[in-house]
């Protein structure tokens, strides 16, 4: 009775190519990895550039008064995110159904598109509209992207693998914003091109860049599942709604049976705020303030860049170290110290003097660290606790949560960074973190979460 079993897993052991120590799922080639990881390396990138530039275009291209500044950027933010709130658990749904390589492929067009558009905006309406699209391209990457990632690797190397991931996208963001982009609106001035239109050849670069990652996933990547094994489209919509919400239900029922998955619902409303307020107010942040400590705009961005880098240079460091933990240790409690960190980390934002010398650096590399480390934790975390065959529909439900609270943050720091002080939206930030890992702890405290051995697919604990 036991040599079909144990034949059985043999054979799927030798369909199981590896990278590395990282052991992939059967059926799936380290190519098809690689190029997973460049096009989604570059959407997170063209985020984090068109983050970068985002006080560019209020200064040198819309005019915005800099002491309105706070408040635009947290309105635009709550806009894009408010549109994520709505698209982003169905977006999750629909990747289930048509396909994640599809989503990840809209995503990039939709971020060209907004790179191609920001020079252009004649003034705030515009920048509402294109934030407004924007965000729905990023529901579509949220949707697309992380989830197809645990369809690649084995639970047992997922520790391992996310490593691998931030170690990569930590390359591509570090070479792209910190070095290059950061410095793109420089050399372009410097060349002879007024500073306006240094910026828009700079953001408009970025969107070709996007579209040449778009046509390589589209020429590249493997289909997500072979067309006989693909939900026909065919249903009335009504029934379609019906298993959309029907999948919704059963990941809350998930979460009542399983302890850990209930602790990623209850923290993913503070886990996308610390992103959120990097990406509208660090930027900001050091523009109005090297502005007054006599620094121009493109110098400013530079150092912006520099912060930005060091903190994707985290990713050199904490994931090669932090994975192979992941893959050894109790994932439930190095998940919620990683809170606990970047807590205090946002929480040192005040402490800053000067954004010019030493200070700023040491703050971007601490909060580098911090959030690298809650990334790959919550990760591999996620791989563990989610149901496979609903991995969409759960991250877009976490991406939900996540986001209504985002919503709130964004429009509130918006405020205080303009009445309270520049470094207030990243004292929310920590005291929101302190108390969700607090009210975490205390959640796990009722009792034991469920028995979820880390083993890869032939079944071997690992």
């Keep these: 009775m036991d040599t079909a079993p144990k034949g059985a897993v043999r054979q799927k052991a030798e369909n199981q190519a590896r990278i590395g120590p990282i052991t992939l799922m059967p059926g799936i080639p ?80 939709g971020y060209s598109m907004a790179a191609f558009a920001y020079p252009l905006a004649g003034g705030v309406v515009a920048l509402f509209v294109i934030r407004f699209c924007f965000g729905i391209a990023s529901s579509a990457h949220t949707a697309g992207g992380p989830p197809k990632f645990f369809d690649y690797v084995d639970n047992a190397s997922r ?38 239109r240094a910026g828009t050849y700079a953001l408009w670069a970025c969107g070709i860049v996007g579209l040449g990652a778009a046509l390589v996933a589209a020429m590249f990547l493997m289909p997500d599942a072979p067309a006989k094994d693909r939900r026909k489209s065919t249903a009335p919509a009504s029934q379609g709604l019906r298993e959309l919400l029907g999948g919704f239900w059963r990941v809350v029922g998930h979460a009542r049976t399983n302890r850990g998955f209930g602790v990623l619902l209850l923290t993913s409303f503070v886990v ?21 400590e006599g620094l121009g ?5 530079a150092i912006a860049g520099t912060a930005l880098a060091l903190m994707r240079a985290c990713s050199f460091v904490i994931p090669p170290i932090l994975g192979v933990l992941l893959d050894k240790w109790d994932r439930t409690t190095i998940y919620v110290a990683s809170l606990v960190l970047v807590g205090i980390s946002f929480l040192c934002a005040p402490l800053v003097t000067s954004v010019t010398g ?33 991995r969409g529909t759960a991250y877009g439900l976490l991406a939900f949560f996540g986001t209504a609270s985002v919503v709130v943050v964004s429009l509130a720091s918006g405020y205080l960074f303009d009445l309270v002080g520049l470094t207030a939206p990243f004292v929310l930030i920590g005291l ?4 969700f890992s607090a009210l975490a702890i205390g959640y796990l405290a009722l009792g034991p979460t469920s028995e979820n051995p880390i083993s890869d697919a032939t079944g071997v604990t690992g």
């Design 159 to 196: 520790g391992r693998f996310m490593a691998l991931v931030m170690v990569f996208y930590g390359l591509i963001s570090v070479l792209m914003v910190g070095v290059i982009g950061a410095a793109l609106p420089g050399w372009l001035h410097s060349a002879g091109y007024d500073t306006a």
């Design 358 to 390: 030493w200070e700023i650096l040491a703050l971007a590399l601490f909060i580098g660290i911090a959030e690298s480390t809650q990334t790959i934790a919550q990760q591999a975390f996620f791989g563990q606790e989610a149901p496979a065959d609903l």
């Design 432 to 435: 929101l973190h302190v108390i």
């Design 30 to 109: 380290p190519r098809e990895v690689f190029v997973f990881l460049l096009v989604t390396g570059i959407a997170v990138m063209m985020t984090a550039f068109i983050a970068l530039m985002q006080p560019y275009v209020f200064t040198e291209m819309v005019g915005v008064p800099r002491d309105q500044q706070g408040r635009l950027a947290g309105q635009l933010m709550t806009v894009q995110q408010a549109v994520v709130l709505v698209c982003v658990s169905f977006a999750g749904a629909l990747a289930d159904r048509i396909g994640r390589r599809a989503m990840v492929i809209f995503a990039l067009v």
């Design 297 to 301: 705009t493109t110098g400013t961005v």
């Design 272 to 292: 996308r705020t610390d992103e959120a307020v990097v990406g509208s107010f660090l930027a900001l942040w050091i523009t109005l303030r090297g502005a007054q």
